[in-house]
């Protein structure tokens, strides 16, 4: 028999050359270890929570030029009444849906002839905060270039429900039970194949188009995540690079993301970001939907379930710890003024939520007045006040462009849809 036999230095040149081989298969086809199931996280994302948070230069004049993303289903008509109010006074230019559109081309980004402006006379637009997708190309194409970037977050899950129930997910799903979220989230893939699929489209709700879904990362779509839905576009769900790259710029573009389970906190960074007046950012909730699973809690659902939703949702659900920790840095920068200020928000908020909300409402001409205080001048509240406030004000803001009428071709990506 012919036994290979090897001088000693060249046996441990082999066994070396082996042990490498081995632990090299070993990275490359480890088998899938807990490492690969964990969530994302700021932390393994490698981003940093104050990247591009700067204290807010102390101001003198009002801005005007802003451009508010208003995400679905996060108190955003709240919020979108405050951007409208203020540009009413003011008599500010905003950028509109053409007529007979409800959004700037959402789900789609922005094109040329999916908007136009409230006023005939030219001279640049101030204020864009309808539905659109964020795309800084294009959005910095329209708006000045000193425009300000904001929006509105909201918990993810709580966000998730109130897109189910205002989407249709469940009819889009074909669920037919009394417990249409829960079923949804035992198969998630199952339903989803069925409500992307291109051949469900035309006889559901709102005509989206295919591959179109509010089941998965909804707020990172209005933010302009690549979600694979426009057929042009990859996919981006898995990519962590993309993601970091994603949320980056966001953190770099954005001098303000609000966060509504912090409404009020967030309103006092607007006003200090915006250099405008206490009174501009009075609120009064929009908008409210009402459905029977609103109040199912994280923890009354099965474990199981929660995990199935935040695997789907990977990317809303860091996107939000992102803004949410955010938003706690920049009060931090704010210093000890930014307290205070925040107690005199919070008790002329009461005082006007007392106002508006008397039993019967006050008439147009009854008036509260506000007192002075080291964050405001003293000024009037209405009934009237309470109606904006409490109002859709858009069709405001069309009554003047009606009155500039200005020619504008009607947008396309829509009419693509087979039967819409
Ligand atoms: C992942 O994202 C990065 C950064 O955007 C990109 O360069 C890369 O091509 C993406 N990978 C895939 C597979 O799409
Ligand atoms: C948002 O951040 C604050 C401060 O860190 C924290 O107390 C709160 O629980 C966070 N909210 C959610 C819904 O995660
Ligand atoms: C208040 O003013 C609005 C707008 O001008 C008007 O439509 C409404 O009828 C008024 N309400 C009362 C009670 O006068």
Known sequence: MNVIRLRPVVFWRVVVFLTVCGLFRFVLYSPKTSQDDTLLSIENLGLDVSYGVEPYPTCTVERRNVVFIKNHKCGSDTATNVFHRFGLDRGLSFVLAVPGRMTLNWPYVIEPGTYRASKADGGGFNIMCEHQIYNERIISAIMPFNSEYTTILREPFSRFKSAFNFFGLEWRADIHNTKPMLTYLEDIPRYEIHIRSPSNTQSKKSCMGPGWTAGQNGMSLDLGFDNGFQL??????????????????????????????????????LRRLMCWRLQDVLYLVRNVGHYNFKTLQLDTIDPKLMDNYRRFNQVDIVLYDLFNKTLWRRIELEGPGYADELRQFKGVMEKVRA???????????????????????????????????????????????????????????????PGC
Request: hydrophobic share 35%; charged share 25%; with cysteine.
């Open 232 to 269: 042009d576009v990859l996919d981006q769900t898995n990519n962590v690079t993309y993601i970091r790259q994603w949320l980056q710029k966001l953190q770099k573009r954005f001098g303000l993301v609000m966060i509504m389970e912090h409404f009020e906190e967030s309103l006092v960074l």
């Open 355 to 417: 106002f508006c909300y008397t039993v019967p409402p006050p008439s147009n001409d009854t008036q509260m007045v506000i007192p002075k205080s080291d964050w405001n001048e003293a000024f009037p509240v209405t009934g009237f006040y309470c109606l904006r406030m409490a109002n859709r004000l858009y069709n405001d803001i069309t009554y003047i462009y009606q009155k500039n009428p200005k020619k504008v071709r009607m947008s396309r990506q829509w009419d693509k849809v």
